[in-house]
């Protein structure tokens, strides 16, 4: 490659010194372009193709990706995981299914995997969950106490305001 840019170079040296202008360097790139497309169109002669050969080098890749290939044949579910449940299609019919005993250990996997990590876990696993670890209240609230909580009041002009909103409400949905 750098001997090819280094002909290209001195070529192109050699045609600068005898013309000064830009224009005249256009056409000398383009007239080197055409003449190395040329040779090289004639240098290029396809041969005709080779089945046997071909076949080959086919064979020889498929046993190198059946080498580094590795075939997983044991399947399991991850009980770590919730699963879809798939139903039946609704005008099949009533099948009776037989009960089937499951493995116990499986079921517990299962049913582990549905629980929430405050009861999975004695500590918080990640950053988040750590915010909301402790979901109780530290401190017993009394919904009777009336200085912290505040219900919703209605006085009568609050009354009035609300039925005159409705009535302008069911207008413009009329009209």
């Known amino acids: 490659m750098i001997h090819f840019v280094c002909r290209v ?3 192109f040296a050699i045609k600068l010194h ?4 830009l224009s005249s360097f256009f056409c000398i790139v383009s007239e080197f372009i055409q003449t190395r497309m040329s040779s090289a169109k004639q ?3 396809k041969d005709p193709a ?3 050969n071909q076949n080959a080098i086919h064979i020889e890749t498929i046993k190198k990706e059946n080498r580094s290939q590795k075939v997983y044949t044991l399947f399991s579910i991850n009980p770590y995981k919730r699963l879809h449940i798939l139903t039946d299609k609704p005008m099949a019919g009533n099948k009776t299914h037989d009960k089937v005993q499951e493995d ?3 079921l517990r996997a299962i ?3 549905c ?4 009861k999975k876990y004695t500590h918080p696993q990640t950053e988040s969950q750590e915010i909301g670890w402790i979901s109780r209240p530290l401190i017993v609230s009394d919904r009777s106490d009336r200085r912290l909580n505040w219900s919703r009041q209605n006085s009568e002009i609050t009354k009035y305001m609300d039925a005159a909103w409705r ?3 069911q207008t413009q949905n009329l009209g």
């Open 9 to 11: 170079v001195g070529w």
């Open 18 to 21: 005898t013309t000064y202008r």
């Open 43 to 45: 240098s290029k002669e």
């Open 50 to 52: 080779d089945i046997v």
């Open 104 to 106: 116990p250990a499986f």
């Open 111 to 113: 049913h582990r995997a």
């Open 115 to 118: 629980l929430e990590p405050t």
């Open 167 to 169: 009535l302008k409400e």
